[in-house]
């Protein structure tokens, strides 16, 4: 008996055992395919020549690998490094150990010995400037460990005196890179150093400010920069050495030394510093302006660009040096005079006395020397002048933007570039006139147009271009003007324009509204002219359909809103004018105190109230909805209904909140639909007797996955919680979906695989949102996360009862007010659809439709905008308008103007096609879980699951315009 016994604990021992035995092969098999490392040693082992090894390594750097293989691959090729003596082979060798040092999750601290080792033998220089690069990037690599990159910064300073330009090169930069501010550097051998000296690592970099190489120069200046973009403040004796390679023979020094010499001049821009050749001193921003003023005139136009940029952010000149910049004679306010008692002094030393025979030859001699230097290097005076007569369009542009910016700061300035700015409107590159006009709006507000300038700027109505015009029209919104014969000029001009390009009827309507509006005075006399009025006769009333009479009173209302004596001017006919364009054209003509009418209504945003109580009320109501769970059903709806009602009102009466207040009435909407589905005794019925009530609440679920679509692409400025809160609504409509798909006949596969489906989302929805699942106490989708080890080994019917309960008893996640969320929108200004003239064309040919369309609040319009063309027979068109069609006058604003190609086949009688625009959305809810870019040398993430695939849709957020078209049979 004790012998079986014996043996059974010994069988049930072997079993336990044996467990792990078992297991083990199992976790080998999954890893049974060969290392990188042991792939990489087999085939250099093979290869018999350096060119079959350099194959070999080209084919391995294309292939990714894991993070666990990484030190293995490393050590197989310092290995090979060592035996091969090519150098091809070495430098590729370096350059992998590089790229491997790269790779995320892999601490190269291990390999950085071996690095440095292998620069002791090495006598290639350009296998040796490669092993410096992979020294930098390990460096990089490793910010935290300071052991580290003092011994990285003492290899660079070794090999810093090699004779090949690459190498030094690369620890210049290595310098720039690791460089630390308070730890002096031990260098024993730099140039005109001593040896075994500390030195810091800004004067060993500006040792290199001389080196015969000029590659090694600019590195020189881009590792000192690197140092100043890191926080180390550089030395103002740098000053001088970086002034002197503005006269470099190199383009790439010139260009980095006025990077240079700007980063000194707004790290001290008060310093003195003298002025060669003379007892005089400056401060260093303004001598600083002068010699990058210079530049200006390079012979290389990429540092005329940079220069002239440089220029415009230097705001701390002084007002004479920056007004010089205009000027190409030198003033005189700028030299430095010598006093009487100087003069007398040189002539008596002389030791000259008049003769007689010259006239005036005892006036004292001032020559022209080293005490009469300029105070401002020759190269400023006029600088702005050469910029903007530079040959090359790109150092034009770069001269308006710095002009922009320095007058922006200045209005003295402004009012003296205003002449030039104005000039640069009839430059012969599009794109240089349409700056200048943005630049001279940017500064309208420190500036007047006399008459001449204004007439030379309405010029420019006539380009062809409507970006042009619409840029000017821009301009003249907020300009002033200084006389009445200038808003003369300027309505003429602009009703020329609207005669030439009636498109532009908008456009000309609102710089008319703007421009009387800011002249009230200067338009009271021209009120009779304009309207044609007469004290003693009746004249003849205008058209009302006349585009430039409605121009001409939206210039006079807009005026008589600030001059309350202008209405008498007016007659009859004007005072039924103005009633019909306030209700037609409320945008454009303001309410006017009339004799013998009362004030017409404020603005709505004025009447609402102010925007803090209005924000109160929306609080209050989403803090009234909270309470949903203590009502019962049909109270609960009824409370919703009034919220949505309110909130929906709410938007249209404060414009500031309309975006918040439809965000929330949206998602109350989602929850009022869900409670109507959710009714009992649709769920108490037989499958059978409840057909119509399941097609009602699968509308119902269906349009609330619609409606959270919106509420995530429509809307911008949503923070996290809120996104949240949007995709748990989502997941209550799949939820609702999947109980009703439970109540039809489809089969028990499909309703597994959707089960799935649906279980996967809630893991998504989890590792998404994990940090706002705390503030989702007794949600739907928190309820679901406590049962879900039991969801996920349930039955389909048993989960879809869980859900339905889950559904029905989880609480309304409560919406956080939101801050700052706006609605997209979209106008379709052209077509209008108010002609009744049908569009004609023959029927299978094409037919352009011009669309003018303002957008507020899209997020990538380029992307997601597109323009839907929908037949009376049904047939719908998308198009999806090119980039270049968009522009942005605004922030937050777009404006797309594009043509719509028509066809189709003959109809008998004109008939009518809609177009509005549509908002494109592409969503996958594990979307951002994996990187966006698969890199070379990446971990695998195969413990992932497959991505979902995205759910793209079409969300239609403007009204729709109809458009008469017919097309005509060809003609045989």
Request: charge should be negative; proline fraction near 5%.
């Amino acid at each position: 008996m004790a012998a079986h016994l014996k043996k059974r604990v010994y069988e049930e021992f072997s079993k336990v055992v044996q467990i792990p035995h078992e297991e083990a092969p199992a976790k080998k098999l999954r890893l049974s395919k060969p290392s990188k490392s042991a792939a990489l040693h087999i085939d250099l082992c093979k290869a018999t020549n350096s060119t079959d090894a350099l194959q070999y390594l080209l084919q391995f750097a294309r292939k990714p690998v894991e993070t666990e293989s990484v030190e293995g691959v490393v050590r197989i090729l310092l290995e090979h490094y060592y035996k091969e003596t090519d150098n091809s082979v070495r430098l590729k060798i370096a350059s992998l150990l590089g790229l491997l040092s790269k790779t995320p999750g892999f601490s190269p601290d291990g390999i950085v010995n071996d690095a440095i080792n292998t620069l002791s033998n090495e006598k290639s220089h350009q296998v040796l400037a490669q092993l410096m690069d992979t020294l930098l990037v390990i460096g990089t690599q490793l910010p935290e460990s300071s052991a580290v990159r003092q011994r990285l910064i003492e290899v660079a300073c070794k090999h810093l005196n090699d004779m090949y330009f690459g190498v030094r090169n690369k620890c210049l930069q290595l310098l720039g890179c690791l460089g630390m501010v308070d730890c002096p550097l031990a260098k024993e051998e730099g140039p005109g150093a001593p040896s075994g000296g500390l030195r810091d690592v800004q004067s060993i970099i500006s040792d290199f400010f001389g080196d015969q190489d000029p590659r090694v120069r600019t590195a020189a200046l881009k590792a000192m920069l690197q140092l100043h973009e890191r926080g180390m403040k550089i030395q103002e004796i740098i000053y001088e050495q970086a002034c002197r390679l503005l006269s470099d023979d190199y383009e790439q020094v010139r260009s980095a030394a006025v990077q240079m010499v700007w980063v000194l001049s707004q790290l001290y821009p008060e310093s003195i510093v003298p002025i060669p050749s003379s007892n005089e001193e400056i401060r260093l921003v303004d001598d600083a302006f002068g010699k990058i003023s210079h530049m200006v005139s390079d012979s290389s136009w990429m540092v005329r660009v940079q220069a002239t940029k440089t220029l415009g952010s230097m705001q701390q000149v002084s007002p004479h040096f920056l007004e010089q910049t205009l000027d190409k004679k030198l003033m005189s306010d700028l030299r430095r005079k010598r006093t009487a008692h100087e003069r007398a002094k040189d002539l008596f030393a002389s030791g000259e006395f008049s003769s007689g025979r010259k006239w005036a030859d005892d006036a004292p001699k001032e020559k022209l020397d080293s005490n009469t230097v300029n105070l401002i290097a020759s190269g400023a005076c006029g600088a702005f002048v050469h910029g903007l007569e530079d040959e090359l369009f790109e150092v034009r542009i770069a001269a308006v933007e710095a002009l922009c910016k320095l007058a922006r700061s200045s209005p003295s300035f402004a009012e003296k570039c205003l002449d030039f700015l104005v000039d640069m409107f009839n430059d012969e590159i599009e794109e240089v006139r349409l700056q200048s006009i943005h630049v001279l709006r940017e500064i309208s507000t420190h500036i007047t147009l006399r008459e001449d300038q204004l007439d030379t700027v309405l010029a420019v109505l006539e380009d062809s271009s409507r970006d042009i015009r619409e840029a000017l029209h821009e301009l003249i919104c907020y300009t002033n003007v200084s006389t009445k014969e200038c808003i003369q000029l300027a309505l003429l001009e602009l009703l020329k324009n609207l005669n030439k390009y009636p498109t532009d009827r908008n456009s000309v309507w609102k710089c008319l509204k703007f421009l009387g509006s800011r002249h009230p005075t200067l338009v009271l006399p021209l009120v009779p002219e304009l309207l044609s009025t007469h004290p003693y006769f009746d004249t003849p009333e205008p058209d009302m359909d006349d585009p430039a009479y409605i121009a001409v009173l939206v210039l006079v209302f807009n005026a008589a809103k600030s001059c309350h004596t202008m209405p008498a001017l007016f007659s009859d006919h004007t005072f039924r004018h103005y009633a019909y364009l306030r209700d037609s054209l409320s945008h454009l003509v303001p309410p006017l105190r009339l004799p013998g009418r009362r004030l017409d209504l404020v603005d709505s945003s004025r009447g609402s109230g102010s925007v803090e109580s209005a924000q109160l009320f929306l609080q209050q109501s989403l803090n009234r909805v909270s309470t949903i769970q203590n009502l019962e059903a049909p109270g609960a709806q009824d409370l919703l209904d009034f919220t949505i009602r309110d909130l929906c009102r709410l938007g249209e009466l404060q414009t500031e909140l309309a975006g918040a207040a439809d965000f929330c009435a949206t998602y109350l909407r989602c929850q009022l639909l869900l409670i109507k589905a959710l009714q009992e005794r649709l769920w108490n019925m037989a499958v059978p007797l409840s057909l119509k009530q399941n097609v009602t609440a699968t509308a119902a679920a269906q349009q609330i996955l619609e409606e959270s679509y919106k509420l995530e692409f429509l809307y911008s400025g949503l923070d996290s919680r809120q996104v949240a809160t949007v995709h748990h609504v989502r997941l209550q409509a799949k939820a609702l979906q999947l109980a009703l798909l439970a109540r039809s006949r489809l089969g028990l596969e499909i309703l597994i695989n959707h089960c799935e489906k649906f279980l996967q989302e809630v893991e998504s929805f989890q590792r998404l949102f994990v940090a706002e699942l705390s503030l989702m106490q007794d949600s739907f989708v928190d309820q679901l996360l406590e049962v879900m080890p039991r969801l996920s080994s349930s039955k389909p019917a048993e989960l879809v009862k869980i859900l339905q309960s889950t559904l029905r008893q989880s609480s309304l996640l409560q919406l956080m007010l939101p801050q700052q969320i706006h609605r997209a929108s979209a106008t379709i200004i052209e077509p209008t659809g108010e002609s009744d003239n049908p569009l004609r064309f023959t029927s299978g040919l094409v037919v352009a439709l011009d669309i003018d369309a303002t957008l507020e609040h899209v997020r990538d319009p380029q992307n997601t905008v597109r323009v839907q063309v929908l037949y009376p027979d049904g047939q719908s068109h998308v198009i999806h308008p090119k980039p270049a069609d968009f522009r942005k006058p605004g922030p937050d604003r777009h404006r797309l103007i594009t043509q719509v190609y028509l066809s189709h086949s003959a109809w008998t009688e004109p008939s009518q096609i809609e177009v509005r625009l549509l908002l494109a959305y592409s969503s996958s809810p594990t979307s951002s879980l994996c990187s966006p870019s698969k890199q070379g040398w990446s971990d695998s993430i195969d413990g992932l699951p497959p991505p979902e695939a995205a759910v793209e849709g079409i969300i239609p957020f403007s009204k729709p315009v109809k458009v008469y078209i017919m097309p005509k049979p060809a003609r045989r």
